[in-house]
């Protein structure tokens, strides 16, 4: 689905004339030339006929533009139909019914595969409530669609038409125009000075004026004036944006644009045009739903199209694009500074934004070697990390978290970093079971900083899970154990949370398993939700304190251009207060315990290894198997669940599941088992 193909028809009120401006858009757009159909979602006040229910607002625009689609398009075209004639919550609710924006939206989807456009009428105003909790405003975020909004030209329209232009704005759904339709006769100074000054406070383009109709026949032809209405040209396809076919854009894309983290032969192939998210689905431009099963790179914690965060993004844009935080300070970055704080053990800590995982991770190296400095410590200069870890890709976070796979060719260009040999409790170093462990792997790990503490301004962990080394996942006792021994040493211990943080073990933060106080923890990803760039580390207050500027000037001369951007903030307040309010770590940890018993069947396939889960995170290795690789069976089990409608994505022979932690336990048990049948037969 693309977010231009059709209109919202929305009114001021009831009976602003809605449908009379969804038929005259509809005769329009038919007219210069695209097969457009027409759609009412929620339809109450339904007629009863031998047929079946039907609408009569869709059916008056069928029969203005004289369309007599199948059965199975109506079903499409007018979703949900009651009888009641009131709002549509309490018209489902007298029904016994539930209203489903994903049913609403893959009946728009099936349109969109058969036709050009599609004129999409809501019912009542833009606040009627749908549900108890979801409004016409949400569906119409939900669809993505531009909005023409309908109103009445008389007395009482500036206020209705500007407060609906707002509230528009508010939810980042700029009105594409306003539509004045004369509900009754008359048109005279008060209502050309009404569209007047709805033009000039809103600036939103007035599309058309409809004048008051007595002749439109219910069982007649459409009337020449309401063809002639609305000129073609508001509505070609140039105006109207069409998209470029699929291939088209393959095209494009083959001709301009370098993919990270892929192979050539792979893009020479082409991939989806994902132009649309909604909750944990994303859409290509041919209608085509892709449940999100790794998070878009393990940030989209709270799905896609979350109204909330949409909200929060365009009501700060408008306020305040970008301000830097040299010398300067912002409402928002004031507010996430402080509500990351609160989630901290010691409560008193101090943030520093960044832009992206690896430029927090930069930031805390340079913090940790400064801290040093400040005190006097000058030999302090070496890091120590695990053996596997990834913790991005510019040059201080490749030098710890160094995977030759990726980093081989900057080998040359790296400072060298004393390796700790990792933990793994499904592919124990020292051979054991689960039940049999005594924690040996910690012995070379207690040798190592043993050996260096004197050296070391730091050791930097990923946080019980090694995610790019193939989701390697290691007990909580090990890391209790490391913390303690770096405080014993005074070696700073650097928590790398950019993609365990924010519930997505079934902690907020994974370190709390281990019940530790780290002493910088990095994070990003799902700080956002995945909406907009923003990272941070976040430093106890001691460390902060020694980068003072009297009598020494210990300042701390680092920072990015958008570090703190105020609507990436903007957006990162709302996430933890939905974090908080949705009770999305406890949903977390509860899915996740289903997800482990889930997982249990794997464990029978052969050609299959250490099956293993950690909150939300699923994880397995495919052995070779009847002449393949495990690398080539993951690859082929990838395919196999794209065309299932499900995007994973492989890590050598590891295959994982990263989902939303939105998704309820029947669609996370629903995809483990469209993965196991796609492992059992590859």
């Not at 030098?399 to 970093?417: E, K, M, Q, T």
Request: net charge neutral; with cysteine.
């Amino acid at each position: 689905m693309n977010a231009t193909r059709g209109f919202f028809i929305t009114g001021t009120d009831t009976d602003a004339g809605k449908t009379i401006a969804a038929a005259a858009v509809l005769l329009s757009l038919r007219a210069s030339g695209l097969d457009a159909v027409p759609m009412k979602p929620v339809q109450t006040g339904g007629v009863k006929t031998e047929g079946g229910r039907r609408s009569p607002d869709l059916d008056f625009c069928l029969r203005m533009a004289d369309l007599t689609p199948p059965g199975d398009e109506l079903q499409d075209m007018a979703p949900y139909i009651f009888d009641p004639a009131c709002s549509p919550h309490l018209a489902a609710e007298v029904s016994n019914r539930e209203i489903s924006l994903d049913r609403i939206v893959e009946a728009f989807a099936n349109l969109l595969k058969k036709h050009d456009c599609v004129v999409v009428e809501g019912a009542g105003g833009l606040l009627a409530p749908i549900s108890q909790t979801v409004t016409m405003i949400d569906l119409i975020a939900a669809l993505g669609l531009p909005v023409i909004l309908v109103a009445r030209p008389g007395l009482g329209t500036i206020n209705h038409t500007l407060l609906s232009v707002r509230e528009l704005e508010r939810a980042g759904l700029a009105p594409h125009g306003i539509i004045f339709c004369e509900t009754k006769a008359g048109w005279g100074e008060i209502e050309q000075d009404n569209v007047q000054t709805i033009s000039r406070m809103s600036k939103a383009r007035v599309l058309g004026r409809i004048p008051h109709m007595t002749d439109l026949d219910a069982q007649g032809p459409p009337p020449a004036l309401l063809r002639s209405v609305l000129p073609p040209e508001l509505f070609n396809a140039r105006r109207l944006d069409i998209p470029k076919s699929p291939s088209g854009y393959r095209e494009m894309d083959r001709a301009s644009l370098w993919h990270p983290y892929t192979k050539h032969s792979a893009a020479r192939k082409g991939f989806p045009v994902i132009v649309k998210g909604e909750g944990p689905y994303l859409f290509d431009s041919e209608g085509k739903r892709y449940l999100d099963a790794i998070s878009s790179w393990w940030a989209c914690n709270l799905g896609h199209g979350n109204p909330r965060l949409i909200r929060a993004l365009t009501s700060q844009a408008r306020e305040l694009q970008h301000s830097i935080l040299g010398n300067l300070t912002h409402p928002r970055a004031v507010e996430l500074a402080s509500g990351l704080a609160e989630l901290f053990p010691d409560k008193g800590r101090r943030t520093l934004f960044a832009s992206d995982g690896a430029s927090a991770v930069e930031a805390a190296l340079r913090i940790a070697l400064q801290y040093w400095h400040n005190r006097g410590e000058r030999g302090r200069t070496r890091f120590a990390a695990f053996e596997e870890a990834y913790h991005g890709d510019t040059i201080g976070a490749m030098s710890v978290g160094y995977l030759p796979d990726f980093h081989a060719p900057y080998s040359p260009v790296l400072f060298p970093v004393h390796k700790l040999k990792t933990p793994d409790c499904f592919n124990c170093p020292a051979g054991k079971s689960r039940t049999a462990c005594a924690l040996e792997c910690f012995a070379p790990i207690e040798a190592t900083l043993e050996r260096h503490a004197g050296e070391l301004a730091a050791v930097i962990v990923e946080s019980m899970c090694l995610g790019a080394a193939g989701m390697k996942m290691y007990p909580a006792e090990v890391f209790r154990k490391l913390g303690d021994l770096c405080r014993e040493k005074r070696v700073l211990l650097i928590v790398d949370e950019i993609a365990m943080g924010f519930g997505r073990t079934g902690r907020m933060f994974a370190f709390e398993h281990a019940g530790i106080n780290p002493d910088i923890v990095c994070i990003g990803k799902g700080l956002s939700g995945g909406y907009l760039p923003i990272s941070a580390a976040v430093v106890r207050e001691e460390i902060f304190e020694t980068f003072g500027d009297q009598p020494r000037d210990n300042t701390f001369y680092h920072g990015h251009t958008f570090a703190g951007n105020p609507v990436a903030a903007a957006v990162a307040v709302e996430c933890l207060d939905i974090y908080r309010e949705d009770k999305i770590v406890e949903k977390a940890e509860r899915t996740g315990m289903a997800l482990a018993g889930a997982l249990e069947q794997f464990k029978g396939i052969s050609g299959l290894a250490c099956v293993r889960s950690l909150g939300m995170i699923g994880a397995f290795e495919l052995t070779e198997k009847e002449g393949c690789t495990g690398a080539e069976r993951a690859r082929a089990v990838c395919s196999d669940m794209v065309e299932k409608g499900i995007l994973v994505r492989p890590l050598g022979p590891t295959l994982y599941l990263m989902l939303p932690l939105i998704v309820d336990e029947a669609l996370m048990l629903k995809t483990v088992n469209t993965l196991f049948d796609s492992v059992s037969r590859n």
